[in-house]
Structures are given as C-alpha cells and as structure tokens.
T-cell receptor
Framework: ETGVTQTPRHLVMGMTNKKSLKCEQH?????MYWYKQSAKKPLELMFV???????ENNSVPSRFSPECPNSSHLFLHLHTLQPEDSALYLC??????????????FGPGTRLTVL | GQNIDQPTEMTATEGAIVQINCTYQ??????LFWYQQHAGEAPTFLSY??LDGLEEKGRFSSFLSRSKGYSYLLLKELQMKDSASYLC??????????WGAGTKLIIKP
C-alpha cells in the first residue's frame, strides 16, 4: 500500500465509449502524474500537475483529457480511444520543491483494453 | 535526446548475486532512482543516488558514477521473490524523471 489508489483496476472499452480513470493520493503531496506503460517500453509520462496546475502534456493525443480538481485527486478522461491505447495506466504522486528529490509513489494502475 | 539504457532481461540463481547496469545520457542530472516492479503491480522505490559511490541497503546496493553516466543495482543472496522488473530513472535538469525500459530479472531455483 503506497498511499495512492486507482480505480478501476481493469477496464475494457470499445472505441466509441467514454470512460474516466480516477486516482487519489493520501500522502499530502503537491504533484501528481499520469503514465502509460506498454510492454517492454519505458514509462511514458503523459501529464504532470504541480500545485494543481498542469505543467506538461508531452504531446498526448486529445482523446486523453486530464483533470485535477484538487491536490489529492486526478482523473484521466478517455474518449474514442484506439486499440494501440491498450496499456497499463499508472498514477503517481510526489512532493516537489527545494527540499524534495521527487521520489514518486505509484498507484496499482488501471489495465486498459480497447477493443 | 535523452536516453536510459538497461538490459532487457537477466537470469540468475537463487542465493547468488546479480548486478543490473544502467547507463544514461540526459540533459542535466539531479539524481538517479531504482524502482522494483512485480508483474501486474505498481513500481516501488528501492534507492536514490545523487553523489558518486555506493549506497547499501540490506541485500540491495546501488552505485553511481556521474562522470561515466553509469549506475548499477546489486542484489545479493537472491530470493525467488526478487523476480521482478527493475527500473532505472534519472532526474533531469527540469526535475523530471526519465525512465529506462526496465530489466526483467528471472530467478531460478
């Protein structure tokens, strides 16, 4: 138990569906992240929110839409996905700032399958 | 561009020692992490190095040479539960983590 929870753990959706992934951190951190993990590839950083402001989106397709209503919650809204979007989506949080070194704490991930 | 290299897969025997190497080329350096990830689970923190040298933590040790852009993770007295992927990640000049693809470690009895 890392203090970061994600729901759902597994999701199967069609290409025309709309769904949302949820992440919650109970660590009092000020930054949250969405990563995509595909087999045998490095973790791909999708979005970063620091102090509730999005600071980077790394050219992620617009069919992925993040939302960060407060420092403890992070959502990833999905619509009209493609089969190649099937992957493990990981949420992480960290404390950033002068005295922190950005150790990231990960949630268990959502295994997404797009049919 | 930024690049982290680590072997894709390694095999070792229970009770033995294994060294997993990581080389990096990044824009700036503000530390290096090693994470462990069991299949189907989240990555979990193992170690952090920002200065050259060896950091020991129980059966696991991590080494860093900043001049060579090189780190290794040393696992001693291997146990079956050490079968996992080991991820190397470097903190760049923007304090973002750049991740390697991970090394899958297979432990055999």
């Amino acid at each position: 138990e890392t203090g970061v929870t994600q729901t759902p753990r597994h999701l199967v959706m069609g290409m025309t569906n709309k769904k949302s992934l949820k992440c919650e951190q109970h660590l009092g951190h000020n930054a949250m992240y969405w990563y995509k993990q595909s087999a045998k590839k490095p973790l791909e950083l999708m979005f970063v929110y620091s102090l509730e402001e999005r600071v980077e989106n790394n050219s992620v397709p617009s069919r992925f839409s993040p939302e960060c209503p407060n420092s403890s919650h992070l959502f990833l809204h999905l619509h009209t996905l493609q089969p190649e979007d099937s992957a493990l989506y990981l949420c992480a949080s960290s404390q950033v700032g002068p005295e922190a070194y950005n150790e990231q704490f990960f949630g268990p991930g959502t295994r997404l399958t797009v049919l | 561009g930024q690049n982290i290299d680590q072997p894709t897969e390694m095999t070792a025997t229970e009770g033995a020692i294994v060294q997993i190497n990581c080389t990096y080329q990044t824009s700036g350096f503000n530390g290096l992490f090693w994470y462990q990830q069991h299949a189907g689970e989240a990555p979990t923190f193992l170690s952090y190095n920002v200065l050259d040298g060896l950091e020991e933590k129980g059966r696991f040790s991590s080494f860093l040479s900043r001049s060579k852009g090189y780190s290794y993770l040393l696992l001693k007295e291997l146990q079956m539960k050490d079968s996992a992927s080991y991820l190397c990640a470097v903190v760049d000049s923007n304090y973002q983590l750049i991740w390697g693809a991970g090394t899958k470690l297979i432990i055999k009895p």
